[in-house]
């Protein structure tokens, strides 16, 4: 067996030696770009959740706006009420007053007149404010129906993603314990898998136990159209010490590209499949134990949600 493996390196090693500088260049340029969708994907989620928090906080401040106006027309009804009955008595005195002195009259007609233009004014403010609180109302409808719609995909997506979580779960429940955990967190799912289930040291070749894990994950994931897949590859911090790449990025990257080839053989569409190389940066324990090497040397598998529903919502 050893040197069926010894021999099998060889062959790789020799056929990678044959790839041109200007192949590596653009395949390192896929890599690069690769990783910054990754990067915009985080920020479009992080925008998603500031613009729904916005709107949230926006509902709330029409709510007030609400309530205030509210109160204020309230208010206006009562004075304008009061207003009427003044204007009522004022006319009754005004006509047992009619057959007083003419000066009386003209006193009494000018306070009616004063009194019915108050009231002139204070109609039209009402009318004002009724318009503005009918159309602040309708706004306010409008943003409440818009955060329901936002909430309901969420929670959506969120119900989706957990459901995927249980059928992965499922399908690989034969290999928890083994170097392999699904987690679900923050919307996303993560499933890792320590080198010794897929990789020998050094090596970017799946062996027959990964190989089947990665068939069977690879299986749930082509029912799921919708969802994204970052593949990254992380390494411990040992340097690599092979003649073939260059150092931990580049056996990081091999890595996960050699997960993406199973994916896709087994039916899962490349639009959706990404590919990073993360080397020894982003360590999940500590470098100074053999132990926690061993949970470094990883690759995760992370799935999340289209969210292109939720942008045509916001944008809307």
Same mark, same amino acid.
């Given at each position: 067996?050893?040197?069926?493996?010894?021999?099998?390196?060889?062959?790789?090693?020799?056929?990678?030696?044959?790839?041109?500088?200007? =192949? !590596?260049?653009?395949?390192?340029? #896929?890599?690069?770009?690769?990783?910054?969708?990754?990067?915009?994907?985080?920020?479009?989620? %992080?925008?998603?959740?500031?613009?729904?928090?916005?709107? %949230?906080?926006?509902?709330?401040? &029409?709510?007030?706006?609400?309530?205030?106006?509210?109160? *204020?027309?309230?208010? /206006? +009804?009562?004075?304008?009420?009061?207003?009427?009955?003044?204007?009522?008595?004022?006319?009754?005195?005004?006509?047992?007053?009619?057959?007083?002195?003419?000066?009386?009259?003209? +006193?009494?007609?000018?306070? @009616?007149?004063?009194?019915?233009?108050?009231?002139?004014?204070?109609?039209?403010?009402?009318?004002?404010?009724?318009?503005? /609180?009918?159309? &602040?109302?309708?706004?306010?409808?409008?943003?409440? %129906?818009?955060?329901?719609? /936002? $909430?309901?995909?969420?929670?959506?997506?969120?119900?989706?993603?957990? *459901? /995927?979580?249980?059928?992965?779960?499922?399908?690989?429940?034969?290999?928890?314990?083994?170097?392999?955990?699904?987690?679900?967190?923050?919307?996303?799912?993560?499933?890792?898998?320590?080198? #010794?289930?897929?990789?020998?040291?050094?090596?970017?070749?799946?062996?027959?136990?990964?190989? #089947?894990?990665?068939?069977?994950?690879?299986?749930?994931?082509?029912?799921?159209?919708?969802?994204?897949?970052?593949?990254?590859?992380?390494?411990?911090?040992?340097? !690599?010490?092979?003649?073939?790449?260059?150092?931990?990025?580049?056996?990081?990257?091999?890595?996960?590209?050699?997960?993406?080839?199973?994916?896709?053989?087994?039916? =899962? @569409?490349?639009?959706?499949?990404?590919?990073?190389?993360?080397?020894?940066? =982003?360590?999940?324990?500590? @470098?100074?134990?053999?132990?926690?090497?061993?949970?470094?040397?990883?690759? %995760?598998?992370?799935?999340?949600? @289209?969210?292109?529903?939720?942008? $045509? &919502?916001?944008?809307?």
């Amino acid at each position: 067996m050893f040197k069926k493996v010894s021999l099998l390196v060889l062959v790789v090693s020799l056929l990678s030696s044959c790839v041109s500088k200007k =192949v !590596y260049q653009e395949l390192e340029s #896929k890599y690069n770009g690769l990783r910054s969708s990754n990067a915009s994907l985080i920020k479009e989620k %992080e925008d998603l959740l500031a613009a729904k928090k916005t709107l %949230e906080a926006d509902l709330a401040e &029409l709510q007030k706006n609400y309530n205030a106006l509210k109160t *204020k027309k309230d208010i /206006l +009804d009562v004075e304008y009420s009061a207003l009427q009955n003044k204007f009522k008595n004022l006319q009754e005195s005004y006509d047992v007053l009619s057959t007083q002195s003419s000066q009386k009259l003209a +006193d009494q007609a000018k306070k @009616n007149q004063e009194l019915l233009s108050k009231l002139e004014e204070k109609e039209k403010t009402l009318l004002a404010e009724s318009q503005r /609180l009918e159309k &602040l109302q309708k706004e306010l409808n409008n943003k409440a %129906e818009q955060v329901s719609e /936002l $909430k309901a995909l969420i929670n959506a997506k969120e119900a989706q993603m957990q *459901k /995927l979580k249980d059928a992965i779960s499922k399908a690989l429940h034969n290999f928890e314990g083994k170097g392999l955990t699904v987690e679900h967190k923050n919307g996303k799912i993560y499933v890792s898998m320590e080198n #010794k289930l897929l990789f020998g040291s050094g090596s970017w070749a799946v062996g027959t136990e990964g190989t #089947k894990a990665v068939q069977q994950l690879a299986q749930v994931l082509s029912e799921n159209q919708d969802i994204n897949v970052l593949i990254e590859g992380h390494t411990d911090n040992v340097p !690599y010490k092979g003649t073939t790449l260059i150092d931990n990025w580049d056996l990081s990257v091999k890595r996960a590209t050699a997960i993406v080839r199973i994916l896709e053989n087994k039916g =899962v @569409n490349p639009t959706q499949i990404t590919a990073a190389g993360r080397s020894k940066f =982003v360590p999940v324990d500590s @470098n100074k134990t053999t132990e926690g090497k061993a949970k470094n040397r990883r690759i %995760e598998i992370i799935l999340a949600p @289209n969210l292109d529903e939720i942008s $045509k &919502l916001l944008n809307y």
